[in-house]
């Protein structure tokens, strides 16, 4: 059986940059960062005290969710629901007139319910085990942003949660595409959600040594493929689009944002937290994905890439990509890391980073690398420095790189009949 063609019809999202889509967007053309000294508790004596929170945001309300349900949610599941509530709305789609029972949730998560676990930790170390609200497991398990999703609507189709680090979007918006393509579901809510800015995520991190430390300099801080990058910023927010099979949307006259056509997934196998060094795990990846969007590499325009700013990422993606593209990696292919204006947001990056890449397909714009003043030897190609760049992109991918050596590659194309 021929496999369904798979289209985006929605998007939404809640970052450190904006709270919609549109508005994201225009900051990241502008270059804008969302990057400040950390406000929601006292960073003093972490090594890094800088990332990237949602703030000045209204969050979830009526007709959605009463105020007094709001004590049911980490902020991981309210960023989730607040964005695929703007996806589902810029879709148009009306789940009344449509089967319930082929229309699912995927959204992916590293964490989870991290500030849950970490404050009821603090209640029963201060007041004990009885004092532990019941709420607690129900907040922070992994599931609770897709389950929380589906109940939105009652949604009663497939339904699951990807935990596979900052890969978690990636993974979770590919399998979506593959149960649209075998016929399982007709709508996915696709993505990824992550809200590990608490004082036990942040303290792990430095411990790993993975933050910047540019402290006096938020905004300047993440810095992918600079010779002075050093390390990734801790960012928050969620990014969820509406995947939809192509002849459930023409029949329902719904706007085609842009095609999911490609889907590749490996691990390095090597290492739980660096990356492989030739980069020889993500490469494959690309390649993979390139195959199963039957697009060859020098189709591909715009490459919206992993680019975290830590040393190792930054050179073993490069290596990647130049194994892969060869000449046109040199010569025609635009590359740019939208980590730069908003930080690392995990689980929830290649959910942000794919409405990157179909907003180039959409407006001919490529989001700027910011602060990339002088580029690492070792990473060499066009990463569109400091401006954005205008240009026809027909097709675009989204790598997604996770701890565990999770490699996730997504290819978006210019949708045409």
């Excluded at 109940?151 to 979506?176: K, Y």
Aim: proline share 4%; aromatic share 6%; hydrophobic share 45%.
């Amino acid at each position: 059986m021929a496999r369904r063609r798979v289209v985006i019809t929605g998007m939404g999202t809640v970052n450190p940059l904006a709270h919609d889509v549109d508005t994201t967007w225009r900051r990241l053309i502008d270059g804008e960062s969302g990057i400040r000294r950390i406000a929601r508790f006292d960073p003093a004596g972490y090594a890094s005290q800088i990332g990237g929170e949602v703030v000045g945001w209204a969050g979830l309300g009526e007709p959605w969710v009463h105020k007094r349900e709001l004590k049911r949610f980490d902020d991981f599941a309210v960023f989730a629901m607040g964005a695929a509530i703007e996806a589902v709305v810029a879709s148009r789609i009306d789940f009344d007139a449509a089967d319930r029972r082929r229309c699912g949730v995927l959204v992916g998560s590293g964490i989870g319910g991290l500030q849950t676990l970490e404050t009821q930790h603090e209640v029963m170390m201060a007041r004990g085990p009885g004092r532990v609200s019941p709420f607690t497991v129900p907040r922070l398990m992994v599931n609770a942003a897709s389950a929380n999703v589906a109940i939105l609507w009652g949604l009663g189709g497939p339904n699951s949660a990807v935990a596979t680090a900052c890969a978690s979007a990636g993974n979770a918006l590919g399998d979506a595409l593959r149960i649209i393509q075998r016929d399982q579901a007709d709508v996915m809510i696709a993505g990824g959600s992550e809200a590990a800015v608490t004082k036990i995520g942040l303290a792990s991190f430095c411990a790993l040594k993975a933050l910047s430390t540019r402290n006096e300099e938020p905004a300047r801080a993440s810095r992918p493929f600079d010779k002075d990058r050093d390390g990734f910023l801790l960012a928050e927010g969620a990014g969820v689009v509406v995947l939809e099979a192509l002849d459930h949307a023409l029949a329902r006259g719904a706007t085609v944002l842009a095609e999911l056509v490609g889907y590749g997934s490996t691990c390095d196998g090597s290492h739980i937290t660096a990356p492989s060094p030739d980069g020889d795990g993500a490469a494959e990846a690309i390649r993979l994905a390139l195959a199963d969007a039957d697009v060859a590499p020098g189709e591909v325009d715009y490459v919206n890439a992993h680019g975290t700013s830590t040393q190792l990422n930054d050179i073993s993606e490069t290596r990647a990509l130049k194994a892969v593209f060869g000449p046109h990696a040199h010569n025609g292919l635009l590359i740019s890391s939208t980590k730069s204006a908003v930080g690392h947001l995990l689980g929830a990056s290649g959910g942000v980073e794919i409405i990157a890449a179909v907003k180039a397909i959409e407006t001919s714009r490529i989001p700027p690398t910011l602060n990339l003043e002088q580029p690492d030897d070792e990473c060499d190609l066009d990463y569109c420095p400091l401006e954005p760049r205008s240009a026809n992109v027909d097709v675009a991918i989204s790598n997604s790189f996770g701890f565990g050596g999770h490699n996730v590659v997504l290819v978006v194309r210019k949708y045409e009949s």
